[in-house]
């Protein structure tokens, strides 16, 4: 699941944006300031970034510039309510790749985040493979031996992380950044009941088994 950068210091409209991409199956980290931003930029990796032009302490500008010269390679759209063209022409020479203006209709923000997340910035396959399990990135289609699996949203997220990084073990830390937003309650008796629940959908065979517990550390997924 993409993970996005929200940064829009008008909580309400903040909260409708969220709603609206987590409903598209998108996880969001939301900041309402350029400084806090800043924070979660340098220590965090994220698939987009949606960045208010207008914001308290350290303005979108900046935030962008700073991105952008510190090896930031996200793709971001920059919101604003001013219309004017040298506005548009700022932001994207800060280093944005899109620009909205206030107010926008919900819809046009999805089709642009979707336009850009189909930007590679490497080179990632669509369908993703371990033994007889495969994946697919494009049409969220799961499969073992041939034969549909259907995974909830979260059991989708966390198969997929876990093919992406075939043969590594991950972390549950790791595991709770890719796939659920640092503001979200999730414990390890989280992770360890999905893993138990893919383990019954694409691991149920008692030889063979793909998903692997390392103790102590996390989880890794491999062919047998």
């Known amino acids: 699941m993409p993970k996005i950068l929200l940064v829009e210091d008008e909580r309400e409209l903040s909260k409708v944006i969220q709603e609206w991409l987590s ?8 900041v309402y300031d350029g400084q806090h931003a800043l924070d979660m930029l340098a220590s965090n990796r994220f698939d987009l970034i949606i960045l208010d032009l207008m914001l308290p302490s350290v303005s979108g500008f900046e935030v962008c510039r700073a991105y952008r010269s510190s090896g930031g390679d ?13 506005t548009k022409e700022a932001g994207l020479d800060s280093g944005a790749d899109d620009y ?3 107010p926008f209709k919900l819809r046009e923000l999805s089709a642009r985040v979707r336009a850009l997340l189909r930007r590679p910035r490497t080179v990632l396959p669509a369908v993703l493979t371990v033994g007889d399990v495969q994946l697919d990135t494009t049409s969220r289609k799961v499969t073992k031996a041939g034969k549909d699996v259907h995974l909830l949203t979260k059991e989708f997220a966390l198969l997929q992380l876990l093919m992406r990084n075939a043969g590594q073990v991950i972390t549950v830390d790791s595991i709770i950044d890719g796939a659920w937003s640092n503001d979200s ?10 893993i138990r629940s893919l383990r019954k959908k694409v691991d149920y065979e008692e030889n063979g088994a793909i998903i692997q517990n ?6 890794k997924i491999e062919s047998p």
């Open 214 to 219: 390392v103790h102590g550390v996390g989880y």
């Open 23 to 30: 409903e598209e199956l998108h996880v969001i980290e939301a």
């Open 100 to 102: 909205l203006t206030k």
């Open 185 to 194: 309650e999730v414990s390890p008796d989280t992770i360890r009941s999905y």
């Open 74 to 86: 996200a793709p971001i759209i920059m919101l604003t309510a001013k219309k004017a063209l040298a």
